[in-house]
């Protein structure tokens, strides 16, 4: 069997309707289970209950990278393959990867107002997240003003591929610039520089928390749009009857 089969609107359909039940318990679980325990940790040492906002930023701050990165796929897919399951999919995922994106900034102000003493900083991070929700903005405003939904999945390809650039800043910019507030990966692998287990177990259930219902967002958002298109058709031909 080729993952191709799944390019197919009627069996993409099927399969995920019987999938989805089960992912948006999963996902409800994960999450609220992943915060919740997360804000029932501890104070830390030295940032004491500000430090719990982890929980919730970091989970976005990763979900609004890597979906822009799913996005891409799904665009490559469509301009490589022409499935346009894929190109509705990246349109679904936009979004929902902007909303991430919010949270991730919104909640990095929060935590970084009493760590720094301010509320924003051009810091090489900072600036290209918010050059990346700019991106997001954009690909939806180009979607909805272009009414061929070939030509829309086309153009926004090509933006999808422009805005990786940024994508890969934001994940990458502590290490290309020295200068800049932002820490270090909050988790880390180096013996010395890992997370507590007090924090980092809850922290990995609310990544995997966010992980889930951002694929159970976009499976409700992708049939969502593959059944406007369907209405769109039905409608194209009664016309012309």
């Given amino acids: 069997m080729s993952i191709w089969e799944y390019a197919n609107p009627v069996k993409f359909m099927r399969v995920s309707g019987a999938v989805l039940p089960w992912l948006v318990a999963t996902a409800v679980i994960c999450t609220t289970g992943g915060v919740a325990w997360g804000f029932l940790t501890p104070e830390d040492y030295r940032q004491g209950s500000t430090v719990k906002i982890v929980f919730l930023h970091v989970p976005a701050a990763m979900m609004a990278i890597n979906i822009w990165v799913m996005m891409l ?29 919010l949270i991730a900034l919104a909640t990095g102000a929060i935590w970084g107002q009493p760590m720094w003493g ?27 003003s272009i009414e ?27 290490m290309f610039w020295n200068q800049g507030l932002h820490q270090g990966a909050s988790l880390s692998v180096a013996e010395g520089e890992r997370m507590s287990a007090v924090y ?18 976009v499976l409700i958002r992708t049939r969502t749009e593959i059944r406007r298109r369907r209405l769109a058709a039905l409608q194209a031909r009664e016309m012309r009857g």
């Avoid at 829309?152 to 990458?172: E, I, K, M, N, W």
Wanted: charged residues 10%; contains cysteine; glycine residues 4%.
């Fill in 73 to 101: 796929v799904a665009s490559l897919i469509w301009l490589i393959r022409r499935h346009h399951v894929s190109a509705l999919a990246a349109k679904a995922a936009a979004p929902v990867g902007a909303v991430m994106t």
């Fill in 200 to 217: 980092r177990y809850p922290l990995y259930l609310s990544m995997l928390g966010f992980l889930l219902l951002f694929l159970a967002l």
């Fill in 118 to 144: 301010t509320w924003w900083e051009w810091d090489p991070r900072l600036t290209s997240f918010l050059i990346l929700l700019l991106f997001y903005i954009g690909y939806i405003a180009l979607w909805s």
């Fill in 148 to 174: 061929d939904a070939d030509s829309a999945a086309d153009l926004t390809g090509v933006l999808c591929l422009v805005g990786s650039v940024f994508a890969l800043l934001s994940r990458y910019a502590v």
